[in-house]
């Protein structure tokens, strides 16, 4: 009997990357409405306690606890169902750990100035890991092991049993099997019948608001793709957010309001990082009435700089007022990937100048 080799290694799920951004996803809204909640209702004491004496349950146990079970789930349940519930629970578990983790670093408690901006690195981070599954998921379908491939088709034909398979889950996972490149296996024509006799399930009947959703989610693509003024609007952007926050910090320097400031690292590292992503965006901007495939780059790269790096002393200066900067800042990085991705796609020949369109 012929032997597929063994791997000693970790195999990565299919959904991996799904299930990583979902945590993250999860996490990120716990936070955000936690702070706003204690915000709104004046920071009460679970368990009562507010003086001397008095007991107080911290979040953070919450948070734990929440991982605990998210936990449990995926180590005592198989399938998909329990990996994406186990992302949905301990994502929220995460979200209540990490936000007091100002209790953990400083006896300045909750209120630890750079504790957001740990916060936010901690997702920046997590955010990085999920990027990487992405890629490799992408590398996988195509170079990954022989043992590997019937391994991830394995866990498709798992899963089929319990909840079935779409046509397009079973084309997927034959596909990896068949096109190795080599001969087949005993194991591999086992998993193929396998995979042939699962049970089919059927598409799942999308209801009203999903199809709603999604006509707004195309149409949403389709402009911002489509539309050059969007790009301006971004490069625009991109350079206001950079300027305004080195004016800002000098005109209070000027008026003597950093008098009582302690944060003096991070503001370096904020003026730092602001300098250049503004060198980035005006290259970029200067870019776009001669090469707009080749503005779409530096105008990129000044709003990772400051996603990646500005905002983690943005976050620490301003806490979490610094929000609505992020936002910003991702709703423009959003407008050039789908620029990008449009024009990858096309794969239009390298010229001189942008696209005419007629709405620009």
């Known amino acids: 009997m012929s032997r597929t080799p063994v791997t000693h290694g970790f195999l990565r799920t299919a959904s991996a990357a799904a299930h990583l951004r979902l945590f993250v996803l999860v996490g990120v809204l716990t936070v955000l409405v936690t702070r706003a909640f204690l915000s709104l209702a004046d920071y009460p004491k679970l368990g009562?306690?507010?003086?001397?004496?008095?007991?107080?349950?911290?979040?953070?146990?919450?948070g734990g606890l929440l991982m605990l079970a998210g936990l449990l789930v995926m180590?005592?349940?198989?399938?998909?169902?329990?990996?994406?519930?186990?992302?949905?629970?301990?994502?929220?578990?995460?979200g209540l750990?990490?936000?007091?983790v100002g209790k953990l670093v400083s006896v300045d408690g909750y209120f630890y100035r750079p504790a957001a901006g740990i916060i936010y690195l901690t997702f920046v981070a997590l955010t990085g890991l999920a990027w990487w599954a992405t890629r490799r998921e992408r590398t996988d379908r195509e170079a990954a092991p022989v043992a590997t491939r019937s391994a991830v088709a394995a866990e498709t034909a798992l899963n089929g049993i319990l909840r079935g398979l779409t046509p397009q889950e079973r084309d997927e996972a034959l596909r990896r099997l068949r096109g190795t490149g080599v001969p087949a296996t005993e194991l591999d024509t086992a998993l193929a019948a396998l995979l042939e006799a699962v049970p089919e399930r059927p598409a799942r009947d999308l209801r009203p608001h999903h199809h709603a959703a999604h006509r707004v989610r195309a149409w949403l693509v389709a402009r911002v793709s489509g539309d050059l003024r969007f790009v301006r609007i971004a490069a625009w952007g991109a350079t206001l957010q950079a300027a305004l926050l080195l004016i800002a910090v000098a005109a209070d320097g000027l008026t003597g309001n950093l008098a009582d400031e302690t944060q003096w690292t991070a503001i370096a590292g904020a003026l730092a990082c602001s300098l250049a992503s503004l060198v980035l965006a005006v290259r970029g901007t200067a870019l776009l009435r001669r090469d707009g495939n080749a503005a779409l780059r530096p105008l990129r790269a000044a709003l990772l700089v400051d996603l990646l790096l500005g905002q983690v002393f943005k976050f620490t200066i301003n806490q979490f007022s610094a929000v609505v900067g992020w936002l910003i800042s991702l709703a423009l990085l959003y407008v050039l990937s789908a620029q990008m991705g449009r024009r990858q796609v096309q794969r239009a020949p390298a010229g001189h100048g942008m696209p005419q369109s007629g709405t620009g």
């Open 48 to 62: 009562g306690g507010a003086g001397k004496g008095g007991l107080h349950i911290a979040h953070m146990l919450w």
């Open 97 to 100: 750990f990490i936000d007091e």
């Open 75 to 94: 180590l005592v349940f198989t399938g998909v169902a329990s990996r994406q519930s186990g992302a949905v629970v301990g994502g929220i578990g995460f």
